[in-house]
């Protein structure tokens, strides 16, 4: 069917209550900006569909927007439907039953209609999440001892949250303190869902609470970095061999006797660019080196991607800021047992502990962020179609 013989006017033309759902300041299908932008969705799947031949960009582009225009065939076939209803029940030859059962199909039309409305907002506002991993790495800051505990605190919350969602993890190196905190620690999460729900996790975060290792009983405020670097997927980091440099040596720390007799800690630097990575976790030292490795390889595609990311945060300043800025996302305020999310739609726990074990708590929040930042992608999307397209409240 044709969208084009339909008519746009039809999209949301009938009498029905368009769906809002996420939050109060949710997206509303029948903003005139909205309707226009779907329409061209429409006009551009025609077109891609129409195509002989087709880049490997517009297969990709065809793939994204079919899900949409495929709601919007149901909605304007269903509108169709109820036009025709219409149409038969002006004839007068109609007696009362069969308006009665005109009315009742006509009821049916007009629900379906409110489930395909809200089958699209979710298709529009629907996390999408992918198959894939990440290099997670928790750093004390301000606060000293107590700071680092925190570190510890944290880097084993992540760790018990993969445990809770099934996802791999490998823990590639732990700086520690001299009192069990942590100073630096790094691990590789790895499974779906991992990119998407562990990046709204980058930031700085702020604990509240009473150390145990000072007297007096005052409250001390401690911060803690953590960084999710994306993983090399379907794109590989090209590393040749003459640029490395790679140094063995006796690993330090806890470990017994045989940390003392084997060179298993490797070390290696990335010449071209100075970079430099450890990893002495395991025993093994093939292991520490594959670690080491995909260390080098996320820390440098993390460098590809921040330098595209770069020139397009400079074109696009006004719009939505990225999650991972450095300031304060979080506070932990162990005296009022609560967990604040500063970030939108992150709101409030006042279940710390149950919160710093990982698993449901922590789910909700990396879901209620990742929801109101696609809601927010997608009205900035909206925001730029509109500027491109000189938009009017008229139009």
């Known amino acids: ?18 769906c809002r759902c996420y939050s109060d300041n949710a997206v509303n299908l029948s903003d005139p900006a909205i309707q226009r932008y779907l329409k061209t969705l429409i006009l551009e799947h025609e077109n891609l569909c129409t195509k002989a031949k087709k880049t490997l960009e517009e297969s990709r582009r065809l793939m994204d927007i079919k899900p949409v225009v495929s709601v919007l065939e149901q ?40 489930e395909v409305d809200s089958e699209l907002m979710s298709i529009l506002l629907e996390p999408q999440m992918t198959d894939g991993s990440v290099m997670l790495e928790v750093t004390a800051g301000a606060g000293g001892q ?9 880097f084993e919350m992540y760790e018990q949250y993969a445990n809770y969602k099934d996802w791999d ?24 869902g991992a990119p998407e729900l562990m990046k709204v996790e980058g930031g700085v975060h702020r604990v509240q609470r009473i150390p145990t290792t000072e007297k007096g009983g005052r409250i001390h405020t401690s911060t803690v970095s953590v960084a999710v670097l994306p993983q090399p997927t379907d794109i590989e980091v090209e590393i040749a061999e003459r640029d490395l440099v790679i140094e063995t040596k006796r690993a330090s720390g806890a470990g017994g006797q045989h940390v003392n007799t084997t060179d298993s800690a490797v070390r290696i630097t990335h010449t071209p660019t100075g970079t430099v990575v450890e990893c002495q976790e395991g025993r093994s030292q093939i292991k520490n080196k594959e ?17 595209q990311a770069d020139k397009i945060d400079s074109e696009r300043k006004s ?34 502990q149950s919160f710093m074990k990982g698993g449901e708590e922590l789910e909700k929040m990396q879901d209620s962020l990742i929801r109101q930042q696609k809601q927010q992608a997608f009205l900035q999307e909206i925001e730029q179609f509109v500027k491109e397209h000189k938009i009017g409240k008229d139009n």
Do not use: C, W
């Not at 107590?146 to 944290?154: D, G, P, W």
């Not at 670690?291 to 330098?307: G, H, S």
């Open 291 to 307: 670690i080491a490795m995909q260390k080098l390889r996320t820390i440098l595609l993390e460098r590809q991607f921040k330098a």
């Open 1 to 18: 069917m044709s969208f084009l013989r339909v008519g746009f006017r039809q999209l949301f033309k009938t009498p029905t209550v368009i």
């Open 75 to 114: 909605r304007i076939a269903l509108y169709d439907s109820i036009e025709s209803l219409k149409d038969l029940n002006k004839r007068p030859d109609q007696d009362e039953v069969m308006k009665k059962m005109i009315k009742e199909e006509a009821e049916l039309y007009l629900k379906r209609i409110k």
């Open 319 to 352: 719009q939505v800021g990225s999650s991972n800025r450095n300031e304060k996302i979080r506070t932990y305020n162990y005296p009022q047992d609560r967990v604040t999310e500063h970030r939108e739609g992150g709101g409030s726990t006042h279940n710390l």
């Open 169 to 192: 993890v490998t823990v590639a190196s732990v700086e520690k303190s001299d009192i069990g905190g942590v100073r630096k620690a790094l691990m590789f999460i790895e499974g779906f």
């Open 146 to 154: 107590e700071a680092m505990l925190f570190a510890r605190e944290l």
